[in-house]
């Protein structure tokens, strides 16, 4: 893996490795014939996941009992959202595997991401392996997510996952004597599209144009 991709999957994961290896480690199937495969870092991974998932349910729900919560995480930590996540972050395009195998399968999406939470959860700690895991689920609107990201965050991320595209606000006009803005938020292609709003706050109305682009999204 050379170092330009490397860092682009790093940008759209949201985590910079200290230990490279490890993330080669985590985008290396079994199939690809290396000793240093993905299967444990798949193995711990899972473990991982499933604790980030019920902690978090533990603490956003106490009033629900465990059936309930139990659902919960089982719609959270299914396959095919494990996949979808997988695919948004881009790990088809860098997953190592034998050239026999013409296409990549959703189950090897599912091991890449779960492996990839276990080498981030050995790169650094538990904290910031939840902080970036819920990160990717807010990003999908699933219900076990924060609800206190910045909408300006949210909207960058949400772009940088699904459309590796950045949103461009632009003060358009502003009125001195009446302390009026414009301000215009461009989302280029594939999207091409453009939101405009007037205030008196320019801090705010980007905050009204990015909920605006998300609620469209």
Not at 24 to 53: V, Y
Not at 87 to 107: E, P, S
Not at 190 to 201: E, F, H, R, V
Not at 203 to 216: G, T
């Amino acid at each position: 893996m050379n170092k330009i991709p490397y860092q682009k999957l790093c940008a759209v994961i949201g985590y910079s490795f200290k230990n490279e290896k490890l993330l080669t480690q985590a985008l290396t199937h079994k199939s690809s014939c290396s000793i240093n495969h993905n299967q444990r870092l798949e193995f711990l991974g899972d473990a991982i996941l499933n604790i980030i998932i019920t902690r978090t349910m533990f603490e956003q729900y106490p009033q629900e009992n465990e059936g309930v919560l139990s659902q919960r995480r089982a719609n959270i930590i299914q396959g095919q959202t494990l996949t979808q996540i997988a695919f948004l972050l881009g790990l088809d395009q860098h997953l190592k595997y034998a050239t026999d195998i013409l296409n990549v399968t959703h189950r090897m999406m599912e091991d890449s991401l779960e492996a990839l939470i276990g080498a981030i959860y050995l790169d650094s700690n538990l904290a910031v392996a939840q902080e970036v895991v819920m990160r990717w689920l807010h990003v999908l609107q699933l219900d076990t997510a924060p609800t206190n990201i910045h909408p300006k965050t949210l909207l960058q991320e949400k772009l940088q996952l699904s459309y590796k595209i950045h949103p461009h606000y632009r003060l358009k006009h502003h009125d001195v004597a009446q302390n009026l803005y414009t301000v215009e938020l461009f989302i280029g292609p594939p999207l091409g599209i453009t939101y405009q709003a007037s205030g008196a706050s320019r801090k705010d109305l980007e905050k009204q144009l990015a909920q605006q682009a998300i609620a469209h999204l």
